[in-house]
């Protein structure tokens, strides 16, 4: 069993940045693919970016391409994703997950473990 909590949303203004955390406790995650997923009010959840456990493995949604970098540091057990140039489609609920295997999925169905999640929120 494996513990996520996300940290570092809030509320920013267009062009600004936030970085996100997701620690993790229970028991390492060096050996999961990770992810970012949001959710906009009335909408599906979507995957924003995945990585590897290696960290050598990318995926970014087109949305995103640019913008976000996503990031791990095993040592302690945390995931991050920096995300510049914010604009406000880029509102929603972020969320971590862990996947079942190394690998990173696009599909949320691939994920075994979610945190709570943190709201961002972008203004014009």
């Known amino acids: 069993q494996v513990q996520l909590v996300e940290s570092g949303g809030g509320l920013v203004q267009a062009g600004d940045s936030l970085r996100l955390s997701c620690a993790a406790s229970?028991?390492?995650?060096?050996?999961?693919?990770m992810a970012w997923f949001r959710q906009a009010p009335g909408k599906e959840r979507e995957i924003v970016v995945g990585v590897t456990a290696t960290g050598m493995g990318t995926y970014y949604a087109d949305f995103v391409k640019g913008r976000f970098t996503i990031s791990r540091d095993n040592a302690k057990n945390t995931v991050y994703l920096q995300m510049n140039s914010l604009k406000p489609e880029d509102t929603a609920v972020y969320y971590c997950?862990?996947?079942?295997?190394?690998?990173?999925?696009?599909?949320?169905?691939?994920?075994?473990?979610w945190g709570q999640g943190t709201q961002v929120t972008v203004s014009s």
């Open positions: 997950a862990t996947s079942k295997t190394g690998a990173a999925y696009r599909s949320a169905s691939e994920y075994a473990y």
């Open positions: 229970g028991r390492t995650i060096s050996g999961d693919g």
